[in-house]
């Protein structure tokens, strides 16, 4: 019985929508005949889906002298949805100018449904305001069809959709600017270490520098390291024992530095010219035969022994005894 008169209900309901519609179109023909203007609403269709979108047309065309105004429309037209509303677009033919514009509407419902009447303003030459209403457009909204005598089927899974190279652009970006920024940083990290190194401080031998410094050239010249070809382990024995002396005797951390850095600092010391001369005269035979493979003559060596003596005595700490005074 409910099912009966809810199809009744629907029958009327349409029934009277069409009577309306016809009322409408009449009345606004009326008027627009009377007004020489026209007012037209126009769509893609009379039937769509739940949810789908209808481009509605309104076109409105009057004498060129005759002053128009559009309707404003928010959220409805009709009893459908507004989506969106176009710009106003004029055209002039002769006398007439014609305006349109586009609506695009949609209902989220099932069920019949109307677009329209919009009422436009209108003021003719004489100053006289009047109303035009445009016709009606009926829509018919129906659900998704669905076959009832088939089993509901699972949730699908989401489907996996490939990835684009164009989707891993801002992690790669970000990765190079990572990886620029910890080589600068290192960079700079390692710039600033060798200009200021950290320098672990070797403790002092019980003797003063130049005994110390004499003592181990005594044993290195009683190995005989050259005179039975251990020529680089000679000369290298040597510029450490000279290197540790300048640390020894002047706080001077040379045994980390190489010979050209002892030949640019060397001046900041209190070392004599012919002092200077002597250790720099070792230190780069030493180099020649640690790193370019020098042989030298042996007469050669005994020179480098007998100069590094020679510096010793050149730069040792005189120890100033002062005397005791006492009164009788």
């Known amino acids: 019985m409910m099912k009966v008169n809810s199809e009744k209900s629907k029958v009327n309901n349409k029934l009277a929508q069409i009577i309306l519609f016809c009322f409408l179109v009449f009345f606004s023909s009326e008027k627009s005949a009377a007004q020489n203007i026209s007012a037209t609403l126009k769509a893609d269709s009379t039937h769509i889906v739940i949810g789908d979108f209808l481009n509605v047309k309104l076109t409105v065309k009057y004498p060129k002298e005759t002053n128009v105004t559009m309707p404003s429309v928010f959220d409805t037209v009709g009893n459908m949805e507004l989506v969106k509303s176009s710009k106003i677009d004029t055209t002039i ?171 640019k600092n060397i001046s900041s010391y209190n070392i004599s010219n012919e002092a200077k001369e002597k250790l720099l005269m070792i230190l780069e035979q030493g180099d020649l035969v640690k790193f370019a493979k020098m042989f030298p003559l042996p007469n050669v060596n005994m020179k480098a022994m007998e100069n590094s003596f020679s510096f010793i005595d050149l730069t040792e700490q005189i120890e100033v005894k002062t005397e005791q005074k006492i009164d009788v």
Do not use: C
Not at 148 to 159: C, E, G, L, Q, V
Not at 183 to 191: A, P
Not at 211 to 240: G, M, P
């Open 93 to 263: 033919s002769g006398d007439t100018k014609t305006v349109t514009q586009i609506f695009i509407v949609s209902a989220y419902d099932s069920g019949n449904f109307h677009v329209g009447p919009l009422m436009i303003l209108s003021k003719n030459k004489s100053g006289a305001i009047d109303t035009i209403l445009s016709d009606y457009v009926f829509v018919s909204v129906s659900t998704v069809a669905v076959d009832t005598s088939k089993p509901i089927k699972p949730i699908k899974a989401p489907i996996d959709v490939p990835y684009s190279w164009k989707e891993f652009i801002p992690y790669i970006v970000g990765g190079i600017v990572l990886l620029l920024l910890i080589v600068v940083l290192s960079f700079y990290y390692m710039r600033r270490i060798k200009k200021n190194p950290v320098i672990i401080e070797r403790p002092k031998p019980k003797d003063p520098a130049h005994i110390w410094a004499r003592k181990e050239l005594k044993i290195l010249e009683e190995e005989k390291r050259w005179q039975h070809d251990e020529i680089k382990i000679y000369y290298s024995r040597l510029t450490d024992i000279l290197r540790l002396y300048l640390e020894y005797r002047y706080n001077w951390f040379a045994l980390e530095s190489t010979t050209e850095e002892i030949s």
